[in-house]
Structure formats: structure tokens, C-alpha cells
């Protein structure tokens, strides 16, 4: 088809359109991607004390909860003992690998010159004391301890989740452009 003065070319039209849709959707796909990482890495903050606490406190073996002689019907009670310890183990893998990330991002601060960064994650949710608290109050209390503004506290907090995602979730962590 040849273009004409006044002419509309449909087909140009539509590919146009198509492409324009394409790039919104890859846009909205990165967007979802990105922020699933920053939910994930702050449901692990948010639930890190919890998560070692179930490790301390989960009992994977019927000799911790009875005698040997009291086993009658262990092929049911070994399916459920099984799965206890499957989960405890997966626990303690991501405890770890969430201290040894933590450990690292905190080394990277006090590089940069900038601990006070780490202290704000690790105030708000590594901090036993601080757990029970409202969210607005432990806000403030961080602010006062670290002598800054809460919205300094707020920021810190959004950008440690940020490299701590990284650090967690390797190159699947970065938003990347492609």
C-alpha cells in the first residue's frame, strides 16, 4: 500500500497501537514484580521474630511430646511429624539467609557511612521490645532513638527494604528494564 496525502493507513495504525499496548503491559508486569518483591521482603521483616520463634518452640519428634512405649499408631503421627520438621527446616533456611542479608546490608551501611539506615530496619522489626507496639508509635519512637523525623524513618525504611530485596532475592530483586 502506498501512503497519500490525507490517507489513513490502517495497518500502520494498529501497529502503532499494538506496540503502545505491548509497552503498557510489560510496564504493569514490571511494576507487579516489583512490588510483590518489596511485599515479600517486608512480610519477612514483619514476621522475622515470629518465624524464629516457631523454630524454637516446634516439636518434630513424638519423643519430645511422649514416651516411646505410648506410640500405637505411628504411620499417621510420622506423616504429621514429617511435614512439622519440613516446615521448621525451610524455617531455619530463611532465618538464616535473612540474618546473613541483614549482616550484609548492615556492613554495607556503616561502608557508606550511613548506619543509621540499618538501625531503622533493625529497630522496627528485628527489635523484640518494639514488636508489640502500634506501627504509628514504633514509628515514633525510632525517630526519637535515632534523632531524625519520622519521615526520614519512613524513606530509610523504603530504601532498606529496597537493597535488602536484592540482597534476599538475588538479580530477581532488581527491577530491571528490559
Not at 508486569?29 to 515479600?40: A, D, G, L, S
Not at 504429621?80 to 540474618?99: K, N, P, W
Request: charged share 30%; aromatic share 6%.
Amino acid at each position: 500500500m502506498s501512503k497519500k496525502y490525507g490517507t489513513v493507513n490502517v495497518q500502520e495504525i494498529a501497529l502503532a497501537a499494538a506496540t503502545e499496548a505491548l509497552k503498557l503491559q510489560k510496564n504493569d508486569e514490571r511494576m507487579r514484580i516489583r512490588k510483590n518483591r518489596f511485599h515479600n521482603t517486608e512480610l519477612l521483616l514483619k514476621n522475622y521474630l515470629g518465624l524464629v520463634e516457631h523454630f524454637s518452640n516446634s516439636i518434630d519428634k513424638a519423643s519430645d511430646i511422649m514416651n516411646i512405649d505410648d506410640l500405637v499408631d505411628i504411620d499417621m503421627d510420622d506423616l504429621v511429624i514429617q511435614s512439622i520438621r519440613r516446615s521448621r527446616m525451610r524455617t531455619i533456611v530463611m532465618i538464616s539467609h535473612m540474618e546473613t542479608c541483614l549482616e550484609a546490608l548492615k556492613i554495607k551501611m556503616i561502608i557508606k557511612g550511613q548506619p543509621e539506615r540499618y538501625e531503622v530496619i533493625r529497630k522496627l522489626y528485628v527489635e523484640p521490645n518494639k514488636n508489640a507496639m502500634q506501627w504509628s508509635d514504633r514509628l515514633q519512637i525510632v525517630a526519637t532513638e535515632i534523632n531524625c523525623g519520622e519521615s526520614s524513618v519512613r524513606r530509610w525504611r523504603n530504601e532498606m527494604i529496597e537493597e535488602l530485596s536484592v540482597l534476599l532475592y538475588g538479580v530477581d530483586g532488581l527491577k530491571l528494564e528490559i
